[in-house]
């Protein structure tokens, strides 16, 4: 099986959610390693929002049905990316037999935008 997933976000849509909501929106749409690594920093957030969103079409469902922190976009030592799935998101994958994810993030000065794949 393969599935597949892509999502285009505007960035400063993530830089007004910020402004509004602050430490509330952080915490409900990233993890505290995401955090760590995007550092404030808007086009970082913005690419692993749009991999959540990504990731949750890849997977058939809409974010609803999984939570935004099921979905997890950390970097190796070389800031490669890769997904790792939690709780809801793992059982769904599990269930539909997908094992294996690559995710390839990217941004202009306006947008990022995410692509996810799935094998199994």
Known sequence: MLATGVDLIEIDRIA????????????????EQELAYCRGRYDRMAGR???KEATAKALGTGIGDV??????????SRGRPHLLLHNGAAALAASLGLKEWSISLSNTATHAIALVVALG
Do not use: P
């Open 16 to 31: 007004r959610a910020d402004a509004r909501h602050g430490e509330r929106f952080r915490l409900r749409f990233f993890t």
């Open 49 to 51: 929002f749009a991999a």
């Open 67 to 76: 939570s935004w922190k099921d979905i997890e976009v950390i970097c190796d």
